[in-house]
C-alpha cells in the first residue's frame, strides 16, 4: 500500500461544521514528560509533550468553528496541524495520510518481494507494538491464499524475496514450512528463483528450526530493543516478564547447532530502543554469521 500527504488547507478554507476526531493510535511512553503516538493502520507518527496529550480528549468531537473560536487556538494550531498532517487527527473525515489506490498497467514491473502475514498473533507483549490489535489477534492467512499469493508473484527470470512475518511467524512454523516447499517447487516450474527471510522475535530457535533455516538458506531478522536493561523495559510476556534471557538462550542453542555441522542461517540482530532513548544504541552481538 502506497500512502500520500495532503496538508491541512489553511483554517479559513475548512467548513466550520467540520468536526475534529483523533484517531485510533497507540501511546508510547519515551520519557517522564514525553509521548509518541502512532496512527493505527497507517504510517506516520509525532512526539509530543505529555502535558498536551490531554488536548486530544478535548478536541475531540469539536467542530472547526469552535476550535477556531478557542481563545487557544493560536498556541494550539499548529500542533493540532502536526498531528492532521501525521494521520492523528481527521477533520471532516479527512486526515493528512492517505492510502493511494494501487496502479498496476501490463507494463508495469512484477514485485520483487512478497511478505505474508501469517497470523495476528505474538507470544509476548510488547507495551508499544503498533501492530497489535484485539480484531487482529485471532486473524490466520490460509495457506490457500498464501500459495496464490506465491504464484501470482513468480516471474520467469526473476527472483522473489518472500517473507515471513506476523504477529510471530513462528507460531506457525508448519505453515511456513509447507508454503517454503511449495514456493521452491513452483518457483523452479517458473523458471524463477526465490529466497526467503522471516522476521522472529527470537524466541523460538529449536534445533529442527535452525536446521531447516539452514538448509533453505533463510535471512531471519531478530527484534531486541538492545541491551537487557533496555529491551526487557518493554519487550516483555504476556506476564510481564523481560524476553532477554529466553532470545540468548535461543540463540545459544542455534551457535551450538552451527558448530555441530554446516552454514548457519545469516541472523541480523536490530538495535533500537525508540521507546527508551529515542536514539539509536549499538546493536547486540549479532550470531549466526557465516
Request: overall charge positive; some cysteine; hydrophobic content about 35%.
Amino acid at each position: 500500500m502506497k500512502y500520500s500527504i495532503a496538508p491541512l488547507p489553511r483554517w479559513e478554507e475548512l467548513d466550520g461544521d467540520d468536526r475534529i476526531n483523533v484517531a485510533r493510535h497507540h501511546r508510547v511512553s519515551v520519557s517522564d514528560d514525553e509521548v509518541l503516538l502512532l496512527p493505527h493502520g497507517r504510517p506516520g507518527w509525532i512526539r509530543l509533550p505529555a502535558a498536551l496529550y490531554p488536548m486530544l480528549d478535548a478536541l475531540d468531537g469539536t467542530s472547526v468553528a469552535a476550535f477556531t473560536d478557542w481563545p487557544g487556538f493560536p498556541d494550539a494550531a499548529g500542533t493540532l496541524r502536526a498531528l492532521y498532517d501525521a494521520g492523528l487527527v481527521f477533520i471532516g473525515g479527512r486526515t493528512g495520510v492517505r492510502a493511494m489506490p494501487a496502479q498496476r498497467g501490463d507494463s508495469a514491473e512484477p514485485p520483487t518481494a512478497l511478505l505474508l502475514k501469517l497470523t495476528g498473533a505474538c507470544d509476548i507483549a510488547c507495551d508499544y507494538c503498533y501492530d497489535y490489535d484485539s480484531g487482529r489477534w485471532p486473524g490466520r492467512m490460509t495457506s490457500e491464499v498464501a500459495r496464490r499469493l506465491i504464484t501470482e508473484c513468480l516471474v520467469p527470470g526473476r527472483r522473489l524475496t518472500l517473507m515471513f512475518h506476523g504477529g510471530e511467524p513462528m507460531l506457525r512454523f508448519g505453515q511456513v514450512r509447507e508454503l517454503v516447499d511449495f514456493a521452491r517447487t513452483r518457483a523452479a516450474e517458473a523458471g524463477a528463483s526465490v529466497h526467503f527471510t522471516i522476521q522472529t522475535n527470537g524466541r523460538h530457535f529449536s534445533e529442527p528450526v535452525i536446521e531447516f533455516l539452514r538448509r533453505h538458506a533463510f535471512t531471519v531478522g531478530v527484534s531486541l530493543d538492545g541491551p537487557q536493561d533496555i529491551n526487557d523495559r518493554h519487550r516483555v510476556d504476556h506476564r510481564g516478564r523481560g524476553t532477554f534471557a529466553r532470545i540468548r538462550d535461543a540463540q545459544a542453542t542455534g551457535r551450538r547447532r552451527t558448530a555441530s555441522g554446516g552454514r548457519s542461517p545469516t541472523s541480523s540482530v536490530r538495535g533500537w530502543a525508540p521507546c527508551s532513548t529515542g536514539t539509536p544504541i549499538p546493536p547486540t552481538s549479532p550470531t549466526w554469521c557465516s
